[in-house]
């Protein structure tokens, strides 16, 4: 009888790949580390905004403004005396009340509003014209992409990252007003239409508006969102340094976030109370110290949530399938993630 012939057929025998393959690097990789810089991108933007305000009007000798806004508009060459802001808060005060009680102003009034017309033909005739302004659109553009760029876990932190985004760069496109003459052309285009309210309310510059709601997407973000990785288990990853979070720090974590999201949320509407009370001789720079306290605990939201994910390994296990969303449904809590439930035999 003929026996088959046993040798191998090299045409015909499978190759094995397996020792190749597992050389070859997994582009699932590179993907986690964009997401991973992503969000170091947005710590460094967040901390770096203020600090360059400060630093860079610091080497051109400029006073710390009322607001980092202002820098838009501030050059070296702004600088009102303690008289000048009272003269114009007064007759900000005085209009105020003459547009409600439909009056004419009488002759001390009139002569306070006279002076304010030619400090404000004076101080704010340059707008546009800050040596930082640059900086700060430029600041404010970085910060509005990388948080649209940033796809979030959930579909609402998605919802909220994008309309932060565009907000941010709101804030850089619809300049504060300056003095009472120069405003963006959308407050100009809006003011016919808030004049003819019953109550005569001026125009809210659509400015402050992007900054609010810039300011309250990040802190939905933080308090809603933010803690919805904690639970989920480590994933070793190649390394093998992934690991789940302790009780400890997923406490720490939890609240941590939280606390970011109401600084957040605080820190816009404190700075409009501050900016109202009278000034002390520190150039108003409390009002920035306000803003920039915002600012940094959206930087501090992001360093924490990149060493808790670099710790955990939540983004590997995304990338492999392994997570779902568990809808919330309390008011006060936010969706969470879990491992996948595997399909039953």
Not at 85 to 95: C, G, M, S, V, Y
Not at 213 to 226: A, D, N, P
Not at 322 to 345: D, F, T, W, Y
Request: proline share 7%; with cysteine.
């Amino acid at each position: 009888m003929h026996k088959p012939d046993t040798a191998t057929n090299t045409d015909e025998a499978p190759v094995n790949n397996t020792a190749d393959t597992e050389r070859l690097p997994d582009p699932r990789v590179n993907m986690l580390k964009t997401y991973a810089r992503l969000r170091w991108a947005l710590f460094v933007a967040g901390v770096g905004l203020p600090l360059v305000l400060l630093v860079g009007g610091a080497i051109m000798k400029m006073p710390v403004q009322d607001s980092m806004s202002q820098y838009y508009h501030a050059g070296t060459r702004f600088r009102p005396t303690e008289e000048q802001r009272t003269t114009l808060a007064d007759a900000a005060k005085i209009e105020h009340a003459l547009a409600r009680t439909h009056r004419t102003p009488g002759p001390t009034e009139q002569e306070t509003l006279e002076k304010a017309h030619a400090l404000d033909k004076g101080l704010f005739s340059t707008p546009g014209s800050g040596e930082m302004r640059d900086w700060f659109v430029g600041g404010l553009f970085i910060v509005g992409i990388l948080l649209i760029a940033y796809k979030g876990y959930l579909p609402d932190e998605s919802v909220a990252l994008n309309l932060a985004g565009l907000f941010a760069m709101g804030v850089a496109v619809f300049y504060m007003p300056w003095g009472g003459q120069y405003r963006s052309w959308i407050d100009d285009r809006l003011e016919p239409l808030f004049d003819k309210l019953p109550w005569q309310q001026h125009v809210p510059s659509i400015h402050y508006v992007c900054a609010l709601m810039l300011f309250f997407c990040l802190g939905y973000v933080c308090f809603f969102c933010g803690a919805a990785t904690l639970e989920l288990p480590g994933d070793p990853g190649p390394d093998g340094k992934g690991r789940s979070l302790s009780p400890r720090e997923k406490t720490m974590l939890r609240w941590a976030y939280r606390g970011c999201g109401a600084i957040m949320v605080i820190s816009p509407v404190a700075g409009a109370f501050v900016s109202h009370i009278p000034g002390t001789g520190f150039e108003h720079a409390r009002v920035f110290i306000i803003e920039a306290v915002g600012v940094i605990g959206f930087a501090a939201y992001w360093g924490l949530k990149s060493w808790e994910i670099s710790k955990t390994g939540a983004d590997r296990l995304v990338a492999k399938h392994q997570v779902e969303m568990v809808p919330s449904k309390k008011l006060l809590e936010g969706h969470r993630l879990r491992i996948r439930a595997l399909p039953s035999e």
